[in-house]
């Protein structure tokens, strides 16, 4: 630890405008992948995002425990897997490696915990069985329904808009099964060809929510300083996973604050495999440096959308040559290196800390180079 991290700043930090200081270790849940397929720009900006941010309480004197999980429990996962005739968990572990290469490469710190799916399935049975003690949720043929009717109120939503965005991620908010439409699965059956685990209720899985919710109480319990993850996710995905756990535990706020990480596009239309416009890590680094790609992921407000143009590319490769040609410089005042620590601490101003490394140079450049990970 440098000494900003002895002088300590962990009561200066700030997060989406708002103080957030911190005791350690700082506890960060990060969404992870479904690994079915390669890492693109959208997913490396969330997690690159993610590392930064652990970077810069590291730097402000905090401990960080992060949990990153992968979601290998989904039926997109078991459709492709199928598709490609493997079994749901080997294609799986082969995903995660591909993904694990594209975050080395970029630097991206390995998480203290990346617990799977897989693994936490006996966690959700509980999660259920404690939601169901508390009548926030009710069994019907085979499915445990988590109560989730203000959770579109309390994300800030119109009843239109969270129908519009539960129907695009795989929610059925027209199931007749349902008290109403918000209510979503914990626990659900599984047919013969779909993975499946016993239960209380028959052989069955964990709903999705369910068990970013469960591994997030195994892992680090039942709060954590901040929630990371693509802004995409925020309703319906992190909305019920927060809902889940406040319920079933009675604590809350879940997240202390959350994170979430502006969306990638292209000519203006989200990344996705459907939409034929990914732009893969893997592509990139073929032809560009790896800290090329990191910065031109960093150098903006991280709560920010953005549309990706591959020239962007050219002008970071020469900002970084401008930052190491700066941090060869010898000298810099004890001022520029604080500056540099309170943008950073000052909700991830990355952009103010790269100008004032790159015009005062020396430990002040060396500084914001190191914690972002640009060396």
Same mark, same amino acid.
């Given at each position: 630890?440098d000494?900003?991290?002895?002088?300590?700043?962990?009561?200066?930090?700030?997060? @989406?405008? =708002?103080?957030?200081?911190?005791? =350690?270790p700082?506890?960060l849940?990060?969404?992870?992948?479904t690994?079915?397929?390669?890492?693109h720009l959208?997913? $490396?900006?969330?997690f690159? %995002?993610?590392d930064?941010a652990a970077a810069?309480?590291?730097?402000?004197?905090?401990?960080?425990?992060t949990?990153?999980?992968?979601? *290998?429990?989904? *039926?997109?996962l078991t459709?492709?897997? &199928?598709?490609?005739?493997?079994?749901f968990d080997?294609?799986?572990?082969?995903?995660?490696y591909?993904?694990?290469?594209?975050m080395?490469?970029?630097?991206?710190?390995?998480p203290?915990?990346e617990?799977?799916a897989?693994h936490?399935?006996g966690?959700?049975?509980?999660l259920?069985?404690?939601?169901?003690?508390?009548?926030? $949720?009710y069994?019907?043929?085979?499915t445990v329904?988590?109560r989730?009717?203000?959770?579109?109120a309390?994300?800030?939503?119109?009843?239109?808009?969270?129908?519009?965005?539960?129907?695009?991620? @795989?929610?059925?908010? *027209?199931?007749p $099964?349902?008290d109403?439409?918000?209510d979503?699965p914990? %626990? #659900?059956?599984?047919?013969?060809?779909?993975p499946? %685990?016993? =239960?209380? %209720? @028959?052989?069955? #899985?964990?709903?999705?929510?369910?068990e970013?919710?469960?591994?997030?109480?195994?892992?680090?319990?039942?709060?954590? *300083? !901040?929630?990371?993850?693509?802004a995409?996710?925020a309703?319906p995905?992190?909305?019920?996973?927060?809902?889940?756990?406040e319920? &079933?535990?009675?604590?809350?706020?879940?997240?202390?604050?959350?994170?979430?990480?502006?969306t990638v596009?292209?000519?203006?239309?989200?990344?996705a495999? =459907?939409?034929?416009?990914?732009?893969?890590v893997?592509?990139?680094? /073929?032809?560009?440096?790896?800290?090329?790609?990191?910065?031109?992921?960093l150098?903006r407000?991280w709560?920010?959308s953005?549309?990706?143009?591959p020239? /962007?590319?050219?002008?970071?490769?020469?900002?970084?040559?401008?930052l190491?040609s700066?941090?060869?410089?010898?000298?810099?005042?004890q001022?520029?290196s604080?500056?540099?620590?309170? $943008?950073?601490?000052?909700?991830?101003?990355?952009p103010?800390?790269? &100008? !004032?490394?790159?015009?005062?140079?020396?430990?002040?450049a #060396?500084l914001?180079? #190191?914690?972002?990970?640009? /060396?």
């Amino acid at each position: 630890m440098d000494y900003h991290g002895r002088r300590g700043y962990t009561d200066r930090i700030r997060l @989406g405008g =708002s103080a957030l200081p911190v005791v =350690s270790p700082a506890r960060l849940y990060v969404c992870g992948i479904t690994p079915y397929d390669v890492t693109h720009l959208g997913h $490396a900006s969330t997690f690159v %995002w993610a590392d930064a941010a652990a970077a810069v309480l590291r730097l402000a004197g905090a401990d960080t425990l992060t949990c990153r999980n992968v979601t *290998d429990v989904d *039926d997109v996962l078991t459709r492709a897997a &199928a598709a490609h005739g493997r079994h749901f968990d080997e294609f799986a572990l082969e995903q995660e490696y591909l993904f694990g290469r594209d975050m080395a490469a970029l630097r991206v710190r390995r998480p203290e915990y990346e617990p799977r799916a897989r693994h936490h399935v006996g966690r959700v049975v509980q999660l259920a069985l404690a939601l169901l003690a508390r009548s926030c $949720a009710y069994q019907r043929d085979g499915t445990v329904y988590f109560r989730g009717a203000d959770v579109p109120a309390k994300a800030g939503l119109t009843l239109e808009d969270a129908t519009e965005l539960a129907t695009e991620f @795989g929610d059925q908010p *027209d199931d007749p $099964a349902r008290d109403d439409p918000f209510d979503v699965p914990v %626990w #659900r059956p599984s047919a013969d060809e779909v993975p499946g %685990w016993p =239960s209380p %209720w @028959g052989r069955g #899985r964990p709903g999705w929510h369910a068990e970013c919710a469960a591994i997030a109480l195994g892992m680090l319990g039942p709060t954590v *300083d !901040i929630l990371a993850g693509g802004a995409d996710l925020a309703f319906p995905h992190h909305a019920y996973q927060t809902a889940m756990i406040e319920a &079933a535990t009675g604590v809350g706020p879940f997240p202390r604050a959350t994170f979430p990480v502006g969306t990638v596009t292209v000519e203006g239309a989200k990344m996705a495999k =459907s939409a034929g416009n990914l732009v893969l890590v893997s592509t990139l680094l /073929e032809n560009h440096p790896a800290a090329a790609v990191r910065l031109l992921l960093l150098n903006r407000p991280w709560q920010q959308s953005w549309d990706f143009h591959p020239g /962007e590319l050219t002008a970071r490769e020469n900002q970084l040559d401008r930052l190491y040609s700066a941090a060869g410089r010898a000298l810099t005042s004890q001022a520029a290196s604080d500056a540099v620590t309170t $943008a950073l601490v000052d909700d991830l101003h990355v952009p103010a800390a790269l &100008a !004032i490394g790159e015009e005062s140079g020396g430990h002040a450049a #060396r500084l914001v180079l #190191r914690t972002l990970a640009l /060396e």
